[in-house]
């Protein structure tokens, strides 16, 4: 069970991870593709906030996407909140029962090449972290 | 995915004999069968189709032996995707739906960006072809 922190309002500065389920959405650099940054189906985009989890807590709560939808968990791409707003889109605290501190990135634009831009300006900010082994 | 595995395998006539090429088709072909059922991303994915395959592998066939091979990948919505990447501020994403439906952004330095959407027909649209040559220019 993981602390969470409810509807409190996302802050510019937070960082937000969203985890990293399939292996070729990692460059061979260590950066990371636009690909898992693209919104689907609600034309919204799920991520875990940081705020008040420690690193164990944290990758729990990886852990706990890649066993609910029965995939593989191999890492997750930190970025802050800043990255998205910055884009006009908005981050909307949406906890989950499993995830309380799962958050929805909202407000994408309907244009597929317009999210792939903002998907490709997230992408060059975030920060990739492989899944601890134990 | 049966008819996959046989359009990967018949030996089209017009498929480049290139190392580099044969293993973009491959990476199209593996890529595909992956992605072949809904939720393969974990989140409810649309499956890539054969139709989308097809496209993809009909662009792949049609870009110059000349240009850069890229990166292979797909999207939630079940479009395969294509990435030319020199760095994170040089790089163009395309994704191609089972229509030909092509959408495409590239980031060329800090601060210049390009979008577009076309529809592939027969040959790669020369705006792609430039973008392709802008990622890698000096």
Known sequence: MIAGIGTKPVADEERLARFILRREHVRADGTVKPDPFMPYKWVELSVTRHLGLDERQLWDAGRGVAEETKTTLYGRADVEAASFIRQRLRVLPRPLPQNPNHADVVDWPADKAAQKEIA???????????TPTS | ????????????????????????????????????????????????????????????????????????????????????????????????????????????????????????????????????DEVFAA
């Open chain 1, 120 to 130: 490709l300006l997230v992408a060059r900010e975030a920060i990739f972290r492989s």
């Open chain 2, 1 to 132: 995915m049966e008819e996959l595995r046989d359009l990967r395998l018949g030996g089209e006539p017009s498929l480049p004999r290139k190392d580099e090429r044969d293993r973009l088709f491959q990476a199209l072909a593996s890529q595909a069968e992956d992605c072949a059922n809904e939720g393969w991303d974990g989140h409810g994915a649309m499956p890539v189709t054969l139709e989308t395959y097809r496209a993809a592998y009909r662009f792949a066939e049609s870009l110059p032996a000349s240009a850069p091979s890229p990166s292979v990948g797909a999207e939630p919505d079940g479009h395969l995707t294509l990435e030319w990447y020199r760095n994170p501020s040089r790089v163009l994403s395309l994704s191609i739906g089972p229509e030909g439906e092509l959408s495409y952004a590239a980031l060329l330095g800090e601060t210049s960006r390009r979008t577009g959407s076309e529809r592939f027909e027969q040959e790669v649209p020369r705006d792609l072809l430039h973008l392709i």
